[in-house]
């Protein structure tokens, strides 16, 4: 059993390009999760998504969007990546929105010039 | 506004010592509060998590700790190795009644085991 994967594990990135940044996990998992990590700041939570077919906005939200099309996977697209974009990004998992821990994948790590 | 604060920001102890890490919220509604170890270059792995009416919870070396009036919690790690260098998370759940609306995370103490 793997957990969660994310591919690719990091990036360099031209800004304007668009970039899409794969979650998978195998644990049938109803909500799943896309954090960014910047130094010096907490996880910062940019969508959510309670079950598959549901999308939700966290806290920075904006130049992200994320689909849920099967319980699986959880993809995050950079519609037009810009140089603040640039962050370690993690995918995480759990049984259930909230209580339930969260299983973290290993990270993308993205640098948009 | 809702904040989780940790300290010290980093820490340097030698191998077999022991030590304790702080975490102060001002999170309301609280739900639960978690500690996560995120080793360099990982994503963070959950050491406990202790909902409004537990004080005290233990994974192995690692306690913590909760006092939900003061609002403060710690993680005591015992007899330290050195895989135990890591940053060390903790996490607050706003919520009612063991739901989360929102998870608010600290920005982490940075242990270093040397030996």
């Known amino acids: 059993i793997a957990g969660i994967t994310q591919a690719p594990t990091s990036q360099i990135l031209a800004a304007g390009r668009r970039m899409t940044l794969r979650c998978t996990q195998d644990m049938r998992h109803n909500a799943m999760y896309w954090y960014r990590q910047d130094l010096g700041l907490g996880l910062r939570l940019i969508h959510y998504?309670?079950?598959?077919?549901?999308?939700g906005k966290g806290e920075v939200p904006d130049g992200y969007s994320v689909s849920r099309a099967n319980t699986d996977d959880f993809p995050l697209t950079l519609a037009s990546a810009v140089p603040s974009q640039t962050s370690v990004y993690f995918c995480?998992?759990?049984?259930?929105?909230?209580?339930?821990?969260?299983?973290f994948g290993p990270g993308t790590r993205l640098t948009v010039l | 506004k809702n904040q989780v604060e940790q300290s010290p920001q980093s820490l340097i102890i030698l191998e077999g010592k022991n030590c304790t890490l702080q975490?102060?919220?001002?999170?309301?509604?609280?739900?639960?509060l978690r500690w996560y170890k995120q080793d360099t270059g990982r994503g963070p792995v959950s050491l406990t998590i202790?909902?409004?009416?537990?004080n005290t919870k233990s994974n192995g070396r690692y306690t913590a700790t909760l006092d939900a009036d003061t609002k403060q919690s710690s993680l005591h790690i015992t007899a330290s190795q050195l895989s135990d260098s890591a940053s060390y998370i903790c996490v607050v759940s706003e919520g009612y009644g063991g739901a989360t609306n929102k998870l608010i995370f600290g920005t982490g103490t940075l242990l270093a085991v040397q030996p």
């Open positions: 998504s309670n079950t598959a077919g549901t999308t």
């Open positions: 202790m909902t409004f009416s537990e």
């Open positions: 975490c102060n919220y001002t999170v309301s509604p609280f739900s639960n």
């Open positions: 995480a998992s759990s049984s259930r929105y909230g209580p339930d821990t969260q299983y």
